[in-house]
Every structure is written in C-alpha cells, then in structure tokens.
C-alpha cells in the first residue's frame, strides 16, 4: 500500500519572499509526528513518502499512485490541510485522513475534509486505521505509554530538505501555561530514556546531519535526566556543530547543567520570558518570577548560550509600556534573537474557553492563528495598536547597531542573519499601516476599522 504523508504550510508561508527570510531564521526541519507514523507503516509493508511544504511545492497532481493520504495539521496551516484534502478526496478520489494539533482540537471540523480524523497521539492506532481495521470516523488515539518503545523519525522517507534532524527527547511539559497547547495535547508528561536518545543521535551523525534540534517543549523539565542525555552525548562523540532547544529560566538555578549544555554545544535556546510583569506572569500560570527571568539573562551569556527571548504580546495585565519594558530587557539581556509571539487562542487552551466566553474571539478564520496576527480583543490594549506594538517591538530589537555587537560576539553568520532581521522588520509597521487602509476584507482593515 502507498501512504503519502503531507505537512502544509499556510498560503503566507508558502511564497519566496517568506521562504526566504524563512532560511534566514533557522535550517530547515520538519515535524517528527508523520516521520514516526511513516515509519510504522513501513515496517508493516507500506510504502511511505512524507512531503513537507514549507520550503517546496511538492505537485500533487502527480500522486495518482497514492492509496491512503495522510495529512498534519496546526491551527494555522490547518486551512490548507483542508483545501489539500479536498483535492484529494473530490478531484483523486483518494482515502484521506486527518490528524496533529488542530485536527485533535476540533475533530469534526476536520472531519468535513477527510474520511477519517485521528485525535492525539496516532502511533498506537495508524496501522489499523490505514488497513481499515479500525473504521470509526473520529479515531481516539491514546498517548503512548513507554517512548522508548517506539520507532525514530525515519528521514528516509523524507521527500522535501531537512538539515537539522529534530529529535523530541520527551512529550509533553509538567507545567500547565493557560495559552499552551502542547502541554494539553501531549499528556501526560513523559520522557525517554537517556540511552534510547543517545542510539537516535548515533543515526543522525552517520546520516551526516550537522544541527539537531531538540524540539521538546521543556528539555530541561527534569534537569537530572537531561544531564545524564548530555553527559553520554559528550563521552560518546554526538556533540554536533549546534542544538537548539526549548529551556525555561528555571535552568539558570543549576550551573552543572549550564556547563554540560554548553560542552554538548546545546548553545541555542528559546525561552518564554512571557512578561516583565509579574501580574501577567501569574495570570498565565507560569511559575516563574522576574528574578529568575533576570538570573536566566545573566547565567546563560556566561555559558555562551544564545538566548531566542520568547514574549507574548497582548497578556490580559499588560499594556503597551509593559510590552516595551520586555523588550527593553531583551536587548539588555543581550538576546541573540527576540520571538516576540501575539498572544493566540488556540483551541483546546483555557484562554480560548475564557476568550469565547467572554465574546472577545474577533475572528476563527483559522489561517491568522500563527502568533503573528491580532484575533482576540485584548484587555488594555486596542487590537489594532496591539498588531502594531508586535511590528514595532521586532523593529525595535533588530536595530543596526544591534546587528554589530551580534556580529562581534558570535561571529560572521550570526551577524550577517541579524542584518537580514534588521532589514526586514523596517517594513513591518509601513505594511501594516498600508494594509489597515485598504478596505479589500484583510484582517488588519478590520483590527483599523473594526468587525
Ligand atoms: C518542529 C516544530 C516546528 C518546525 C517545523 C514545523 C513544520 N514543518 O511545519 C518549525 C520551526 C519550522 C515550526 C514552525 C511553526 N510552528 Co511549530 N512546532 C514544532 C514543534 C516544536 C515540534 C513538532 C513535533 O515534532 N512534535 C512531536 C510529534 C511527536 O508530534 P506531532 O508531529 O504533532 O505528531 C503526532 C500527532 O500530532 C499525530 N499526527 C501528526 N501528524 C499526523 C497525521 C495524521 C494523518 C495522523 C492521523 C496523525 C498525525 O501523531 C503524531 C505522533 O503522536 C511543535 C510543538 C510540539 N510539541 O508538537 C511546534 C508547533 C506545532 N508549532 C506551532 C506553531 C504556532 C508554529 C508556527 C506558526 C510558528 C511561527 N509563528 O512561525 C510555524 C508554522 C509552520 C507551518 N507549517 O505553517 C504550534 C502550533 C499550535 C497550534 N495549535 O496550532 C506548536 C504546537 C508549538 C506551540 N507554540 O505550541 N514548527
Ligand atoms: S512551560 Fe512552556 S511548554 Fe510548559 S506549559 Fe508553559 S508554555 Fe507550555
């Protein structure tokens, strides 16, 4: 049987202009979820191909040979899961199925598009569903119990470039932020054993990857764990050129771990700052004070680790000065990057149900849910200057003289990407304000002109 696996990107993502600036942020790399699914099918006798369309345009037209079609989706890309899905079930008259994060949110929603949908984690129920044994049009998949048990990412399969293997140590987070879907969708926490790791890594260094991305929400949630992960990748030679990975501020209290993550070349990280103020700190339920996120800034520069500063814009407590106060401290951080990310309802969230509730959800046209766009009335701010302070806080940060320091501290790449930040977020507030004019039903005319 021949299973295609599809990742979308939103329609935004998918022109050169983003792809571009998409390259200048990051290597590419894929989501995990349909590389392991992928790999369970083949070991059963299926023959599997995943496409990934955020940096090509695999043609579809030409998958006649497919029998089942299995797409991913997130809230954002979830539209054009649905328009690739009706292609191929009206038009190829193909079996389609439908899961990942936005599907497991809203599994009736996506079942219009699709001949079955699967919520949660899939790998426990993929083979009885692609050979028709389980034919429930809403399949429960039920979250895998042992990690270790299950097969890696087979990037074989893989149609569409990757350069950084993502690896995903652990599913899931102990902590439970209001606007988190994650920690919602993968649950409860678990973790893999740090030698199961360690055989996943030995693959990606004979495949020759140079950059893996530890892609768990929280690596550093059991920092025991995490330390034994690094100490076997340093004795056994699977340090690679960099690792990115999702930290929380709460690592900064153990200096052991700062020195073993820098020795593994772990030298990248993001990490939910969220707010300078303490009240929306709270509010979001993020268990973390303004002195660890200040110690966090201080420790982690003297690891060398580069700090990928995460805010949230549009917190229910804050208001414009207090967005600016978190991206002043950014730069005095001396963040390498800045991930300022409007505050998003995602379905399944807490501040979704709440935001509902209290009638402050603008619009559900899914495709502007990608933390980049304004679709809920916000407390103290209005949505409009809200969409404006995101544009004016990238701008702010990527400064010129910014680039420079980047460049002295880190070096010729490092420096030359900040340039490409600087000069592209000097169009963000002129687009805004060119687009909230035009009366053509864009979103930001509405956040301008109202609903
Ligand atoms: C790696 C990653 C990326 C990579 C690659 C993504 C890509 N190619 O699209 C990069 C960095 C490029 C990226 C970009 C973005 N990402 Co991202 N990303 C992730 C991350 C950290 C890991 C994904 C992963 O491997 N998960 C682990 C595996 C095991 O889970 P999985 O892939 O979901 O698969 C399981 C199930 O979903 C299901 N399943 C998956 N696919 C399918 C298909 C079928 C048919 C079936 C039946 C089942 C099924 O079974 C799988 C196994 O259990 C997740 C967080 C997370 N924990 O998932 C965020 C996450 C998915 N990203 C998110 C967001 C918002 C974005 C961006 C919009 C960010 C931005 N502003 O630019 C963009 C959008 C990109 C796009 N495609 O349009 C959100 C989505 C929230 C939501 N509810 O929609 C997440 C959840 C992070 C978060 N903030 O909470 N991302
Ligand atoms: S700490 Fe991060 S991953 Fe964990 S619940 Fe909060 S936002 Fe989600």
Redesign the pocket.
Known sequence: MKVI?I????DI?RNSFYRFG?NTY?H???????L??GHILKNSGCDVECY???YTDPDYSKMDYADVV?????????K?AYDIGDFFRNEMKKRV?????????MPEEALLHAD???V????G??ED?VYGKMKDKI?Y?TP?ENLDEIPF?DYTLLKTPAKAA?V?TS??CPFSCNF???SR??YPYRTRTPDNVIKELEIYKKAGFKYV?F???NFTADKKRAKEILRKMIDNDLVFKETFF?GRTDMANDEELLDLLSRAHLRRTLIGIESLNQESLDYVNKRQSIEDIKRCGEKLSKYKIKIIASIVLGLDYDNISDIDRSVQFCKDINAYQL?P?VL?P????PVFDQFEKEGRILTKEWEY????NVVFKPSKISPADLQREFFKAAKSFYSFNGALKILKTYGFDAGIRRLAFWFFTRFGVPYFNHLSEKSNGNLFYRLNHGF
Do not use: W
Request: hydrophobic share 35%; net charge negative.
């Open positions: 696996f990742t979308p990107a939103a993502r998409g990051g590419k790399n894929n989501i995990t979820g349909p392991i699914l990934e369309e955020l299995c797409i991913y989706t997130m809230t954002c890309n979830s054009r199925l439908i899961g990942g994060m936005h599907a497991s949110a079955q949908v699967i949660g984690e899939g790998e129920v993929i569903v399949v998949g895998v990412p993502n995903m599913r899931g988190c879907t994650t969708m993968f991305n892609e768990d929400d999702f991930q990310a998003t995602y379905p399944g969230t849910y990608d933390m980049t």
